[in-house]
């Protein structure tokens, strides 16, 4: 491909950035400046808000939303394969593709199990 076929792609970047930069200095210079401690106050979902937001958290919590993130994110990558097993399958890459279907499962399965064994999944404790 010559590198004029990136031009319209250039300029759909050059116009999005544009955009951007055009948005980010008109709208502060055309919104109004309000300011005042009730303005300037935190505000969520209709809940005065209480204390300091800077409360330890346990790591449980940060523990449970990166394993589910991470083990999530694995398995989002399984189904392309198994929507296109079939063509997989008839264009002779049936065999090649299962092997590598299988060394990501298995993959897959010794990060599951050294998180099993580093006892992330014991809430308890």
């Not at 200095?25 to 400046?33: K, Q, S």
Request: charge should be neutral; hydrophobic fraction near 50%; glycine fraction near 10%.
């Amino acid at each position: 491909m010559e590198p004029s076929g990136y031009l319209p792609i250039l300029i759909q970047a050059l116009v999005a950035g544009g955009f951007v930069a055009l948005i980010l200095i008109v709208v502060p210079l055309l919104g109004p400046r309000r300011r005042g401690l009730k303005k300037d106050e935190n505000f969520e979902c209709g809940i005065e808000s209480q204390g300091n937001a800077r409360i330890p958290v346990s790591i449980k919590y940060f523990m449970t939303a990166i394993l589910f993130v991470l083990f999530d994110v694995e398995v989002i990558f399984f189904y392309p394969y198994a929507v296109n097993f079939q063509h997989f399958k008839d264009s002779g890459m049936g065999t090649q593709g299962f092997l590598a279907v299988l060394m990501f499962v298995a993959i897959f399965l010794v990060g599951f199990y050294y998180v099993l064994k580093k006892g992330a999944f014991e809430w308890d404790k």
